[in-house]
């Protein structure tokens, strides 16, 4: 009974500390309301981090990720990709929803450029920005740099490899920095291994770095998945890699 009061309290805690520290930006992709969130210290004139979140939505994990970067100087802004009123209510629709961005690359990547207009207009330096992502956020963070969006590197953070191989391999101008559980079901050697040959063909500053006795969603506490020492050393090298690009 104690143990759950404090639980809840903990999550009340937590959220008043999101709904204090973070302030919902909206904006548009043409009819469709979008809501994001960023950081307290939009207006500054700093390096800027895009966050895109997992097939869900804007989530804890996003929020958590947002709040740190902060600490560390950055303007982090979290993207809306499903926009008000269309964010999924459990996996089914989860799956579809971030099932369609997947199939029409084009649109999802849209998505994320408008999402980086409004960090850019937050006060986030225009040729010092990065855009990282996790699960289908990080799908779009390789989104980004297929696009060749105006970012210096993305990262992309248990994000799924494949894609429709009938799409030609592009010169990928942005930093690729790929985090990958080693033992995830979703991301078959076939993935790896042409997403690999892509990166080559575009000419890419690339680098992977997998995780071992990690599944899908090692990053997250809230996950079954959660490895808290894999995702420990997965945010150092997050932030090694963003020192490197933006600083």
């Not at 994001?36 to 979140?53: D, R």
């Not at 960090?119 to 963070?141: E, H, M, P, Q, R």
Request: charged share 25%.
């Amino acid at each position: 009974m104690i143990r759950s009061i404090l639980l809840t309290a903990s999550i009340i805690i937590s959220g008043n500390l999101f709904s204090q520290n973070l302030k919902t930006v909206s904006y548009q992709d043409g009819s469709q309301k979008l809501n994001g969130l960023i950081t307290s210290n939009a207006g500054k004139k700093l390096p800027g981090v895009l966050i895109l979140p997992a097939w869900k939505g804007i989530d804890e994990e996003a929020k958590t990720a947002a709040l740190e970067l902060e600490k560390q100087g950055y303007i982090a802004f979290i993207a809306d990709i499903y926009g008000e009123g269309k964010i999924p209510a459990n996996n089914e629709e989860a799956a579809k929803s971030s099932g369609y961005y997947k199939k029409n690359y084009a649109e999802y990547q849209k998505r994320i450029s408008l999402a980086l207009e409004q960090l850019k207009k937050n006060g986030a330096i225009s040729d010092k920005t990065a855009v990282i992502g996790y699960c289908f956020g990080g799908t779009g963070a390789l989104e980004s740099a297929r696009g060749n969006l105006p970012v210096a590197g993305v990262v992309s953070i248990h994000g799924s490899l494949g894609r429709d191989q009938s799409r030609k391999n592009e010169k990928l101008n942005a930093k690729i920095l790929v985090e990958n559980p080693a033992d995830d079901l979703g991301v078959t050697p076939e993935d790896y291994s042409n997403l690999i040959k892509e990166m080559n063909e575009g000419n890419a500053d690339w680098q992977i770095i997998t995780y071992a006795h990690s599944k899908h969603t090692f990053t997250d506490p809230k996950s079954p998945d959660y490895n808290e020492t894999m995702a420990k050393r997965a945010w150092n090298h997050t932030l090694m890699f963003l020192k490197e690009i933006l600083k």
